[in-house]
């Protein structure tokens, strides 16, 4: 049985219904969300900075150049908050009150390691480039060891964390359904659109399967 998620820090008192410390649902939400949004101390004012993730086992891995603000910042031992979240529709009741949407999000605290190894770096930029676009790895060259040098990065373990999500449709108050208003759920659903091919590509190269199958 996979182990819960300890939530000393996140739990959630005023919508506890909706939260859940489930470690395996944490992780897909983890796995699926394109955005983590990074927030830490920086010359004592809090900074929140996007950046892309990606989690192998129990950890959260982020990455960048050296010169940026996070790397710089982020010696061993330095607490930070990551947050992803997934909208999956605007919620449209029957009074502005009453509007809401349905998502999934994470909230998860804890203290940065340094990711120092060469070979540990190399397998997290492959898992970054699949996480990305799934298959893509295969398709590229290795990467060099000059440019695995050149990205610093950083794990978090994925122990202090809690989920919330919410589900369904609008919730209103017991007169408003008896107005003639339209309610109900716009789902946003997230894709890809017809790809811009590079104008140096060699003629007659097709898109290939990969990235076609994200196309919706």
Same mark, same amino acid.
């Given at each position: 049985m +996979?182990?819960?998620? @300890?939530? +000393?820090? /996140? /739990?959630? &008192? *005023?919508? $506890? $219904? *909706?939260?859940?410390?489930? =470690?395996? #649902? $944490?992780? $897909?939400i983890l796995d699926e969300a394109p955005l983590a949004h990074v927030g830490f101390e920086s010359g004592g004012r809090p900074v929140v900075i996007p950046m892309l993730h990606a989690r192998l086992d129990d950890r959260l891995y982020l990455h960048g150049s050296p010169a940026t603000r996070l790397m710089r910042t982020t010696k061993p031992g330095v607490p930070v908050c990551v947050t992803v979240t997934l909208l999956d529709g605007l919620v449209l009741a029957r009074s502005a009150m009453n509007h809401s949407a349905n998502y999934r999000? &994470? #909230? !998860?605290?804890? %203290? +940065?390691?340094? &990711? @120092?190894?060469?070979? %540990?770096?190399r397998t997290v930029l492959d898992a970054y480039t699949d996480k990305i676009l799934p298959g893509r790895r295969s398709h590229l060259r290795p990467m060099t060891d000059k440019e695995v040098r050149a990205t610093a990065m950083i794990s978090i373990p994925i122990e202090e964390a809690s989920v919330k !999500? =919410? /589900?369904?449709?609008p919730v209103d108050d017991d007169d408003d359904y008896r107005l003639p208003i339209w309610a109900g759920v716009l789902p946003t659903p997230t894709g890809y659109r017809e790809p811009l091919p590079d104008p140096r590509?060699?003629?007659?190269? %097709?898109?290939?399967e990969h990235v076609q199958a994200l196309v919706r």
């Open positions: +996979t182990r819960p998620l @300890t939530h +000393t820090d /996140t /739990t959630d &008192v *005023r919508y $506890a $219904a *909706r939260a859940s410390y489930d =470690r395996d #649902v $944490a992780y $897909a999000s &994470v #909230v !998860m605290f804890g %203290e +940065t390691s340094p &990711v @120092t190894s060469i070979v %540990e770096r !999500m =919410r /589900t369904g449709g590509n060699h003629p007659g190269l %097709e898109v290939p």
